[in-house]
């Protein structure tokens, strides 16, 4: 408990020194360097509220403590902060855990098959400006549509949204919970309303609105990348179990990002195979299954730039191999 808590107020205190250099050390910069500094604040306490949300992700998993309430707490308490309903996502998230790489049963970034792809897919894709815009609406409204819409989640017999308490995602044991996020978000939301009206709408956007845009594009694009490689399989009912599932993810190479975002980007396998281990174990239990693993141990040390864009041209659907359960990213049309 003490280790895992020494990692949120060492993220806390950077995000207050960067709010400090925000708010006090940059107004009285000369104009040039006014104009530059604010997309460097953007972009670090970006980086840094991604640590934390990584934390709160941890505590959904019951890796923060021995103590289950005090996880929740601080989940609640942190991911509310970054306007993430908890224990919705919390729930919704352990199903992906449970059935990773399903394409009956996974929860989010479930890839379609080729005869269920819109006619226009092919122009979006096979065209580089296409295939650029659709990246950037992913990386800036991916997050808030898939928690409102389920947006390339699942697909359910009736509207599933992550704030609806009564959705299709949960179940009735779950439903107070659910609840509670939504009070969290709210009163999250209610403190930058009480914000705007005390310094100002912009003030806000500058101060937590531009760094959340970015926490967001990061998540999306962490997770997109974990489960979206042309190496990686999809299974059907007849093919899936839960120990290929897990294995059907990749880690990456962030530099020295990994270390911002608590090495969630280079170890993820490990995290598949042991969900309640804290993030501070990930790198020694990463090199001691690598051997053990072998050939099914995934990692792509690809620049994350050049991944994104080519698994944005490669891994467009999935098709079955020699007409079995196993399906395959393919990008032909």
């Known amino acids: 408990m003490i280790k895992s808590f020494s990692y949120v107020v ?6 207050a020194a960067l709010l400090y250099f925000a708010l006090v050390m940059i107004p009285v910069l000369p104009s040039g360097m006014e104009f530059a500094a604010w997309p460097l604040y953007w972009i670090a306490q970006g980086c840094v509220l991604t640590g934390v949300w990584v934390i709160a992700h941890e505590c959904g998993h019951h890796a923060f403590s021995d103590y289950s309430v005090l996880d929740d707490i601080v989940g609640l308490v942190l991911h509310s902060s970054l306007l993430v309903p908890y224990f919705s996502w919390k729930y919704s998230h352990r199903r992906h855990h449970s059935n990773t790489g399903s394409l009956e049963r996974d929860e989010v970034f479930v890839p379609k098959q080729k005869s269920a792809m819109a006619w226009y ?13 659709h990246i950037f609406v992913q990386l800036t409204l991916g997050w808030p549509l898939y928690l409102a819409f389920n947006v390339s989640g699942r697909p359910y017999p009736r509207f599933a949204c992550h704030f609806d308490p009564y ?31 005390a310094f100002g709408f912009w003030w806000v ?10 926490v967001n594009a990061w998540l999306v ?43 969630i980007t280079d170890t993820h396998v490990a995290h598949h195979l042991f969900s309640t281990m804290p993030h501070y174990h990930a790198m020694e239990a990463t090199k001691a299954i690598r051997p053990i693993l072998g050939e099914y141990y995934q990692f792509d040390p690809t620049p994350v730039a050049k991944a994104t864009w080519r698994e944005a041209k490669e891994c467009i659907y999935v ?15």
């Open 121 to 133: 897919t092919p122009y979006v894709y096979h065209n580089p400006i296409g295939r650029l815009v």
């Open 205 to 214: 956007v500058r101060v937590y609105g531009v760094p959340l845009l970015i």
């Open 319 to 333: 098709e079955p191999e020699d007409n079995k359960g196993v399906f395959w990213y393919n990008n032909k049309f």
């Open 167 to 197: 959705g299709p995602i949960y179940n009735d044991r779950e439903r107070v919970q659910i609840f509670i996020s939504d009070v969290g978000v709210v009163s999250a939301g209610l403190a930058l309303f009480k914000l705007s009206s």
């Open 221 to 263: 694009l962490i997770t997109y990348l974990q489960h979206t490689h042309p190496a990686l399989p999809h299974y059907d009912s007849s093919e899936w179990d839960w120990l290929r599932g897990a294995l059907a993810t990749v880690d990456r190479d962030y530099g020295i990002l990994n270390k911002v975002f608590h090495n």
């Open 10 to 15: 060492h993220d806390l205190v950077i995000v």
